[in-house]
């Protein structure tokens, strides 16, 4: 089968060997596995940082946000058939999306939103699910919560920004605010829900009191944590929540006693790398996130498709990423 891998770590994307066209075979199933031919890929930040920073030894498939068609089931699966369709973000201790096929456990998989394509369909898992369970699992911030309560996110017009602006405004009553430094970005944000904006580029807190906020009670930070964290610590709220997903090289909690303020992480993989008891979650909120793509409470953040699924593409979209200038998701569609 056809499949973009790197061979080698660390490699600028310009240079034409950082990410390969090759060819691999079939991948191998296990009893709860889908085989899944994949039609549309999406492409995140953990794709850019895996490649720079995770030596291999053997060629290695990136990728982890698909949709495509089930060929195959392993012997234990019990909620999905050949022929369905799907989309779901995989799991980082196995071969990613970025192949023709691949195989996937049916616990992370939900049903591709019927009336999606492919590519934006392709859009959604990984930021969906990362987005959910920073709000609902780690936040836990109640469906129809929040009221009188504002969530400040870093970063929102990003893909899991994107997301995560959509779902506080349609399922909670927080003031959402997102962070945007540019025009583009700003109106992106506005048109997915937030009731405010202000640009993370200058000094967040006297932008939140001309808004009328002297403190905000969540703050979601997506990118960049660490170049914002003293003007996070000042705007929020004592006894406020911070919860991020990005990666700083280090973080020193105890600025953070003060306020009393707790601190969160998400990482959308932690369920399906330790197999946890409740791994089928993330089958069950994508289907959610399905229901509500169709009953059009949700859209796609389909932000740019760069064509077909080759290296030549994907090394282009992954240059877009690494710039931090991306407006919702980059899509390839097709081998």
Known sequence: MKAIVYTQHGLPIDDPQALIDTELAMPLTGPHDLLVEVHAVSVNPVDTKIRLGAAVSEPRVLGWDASGVVRAVGSAVTMFAPGD????????????????????????VGRKPRNLGHAEAAALPLTSITAWELLFDRLRVAEGGGEGQSLLIIGAGGGVGSILTQLARQLTKLTVIGSASRDATREWVKKLGAHHTVDHTRPMQPQLAELGFANVDIVISLTHTDHHYADIIEALAPQGQLALIDDPATLDAVPLKRKSISLHWELMFTRSMFGTADMVRQHELLNRVA?????????????????AINAANLRRAHALIESNRAIGKIVLENF
């Open 85 to 108: 369709e799907v989309f779901y973000a995989g799991s980082i201790t196995r071969p990613g999306s970025n192949s023709q096929f691949q195989a996937v456990d049916e616990r992370i």
């Open 291 to 307: 229901a509500m793509i169709e009953d059009g409470s949700l859209t796609t953040t389909l932000g740019e498709h760069f064509g």
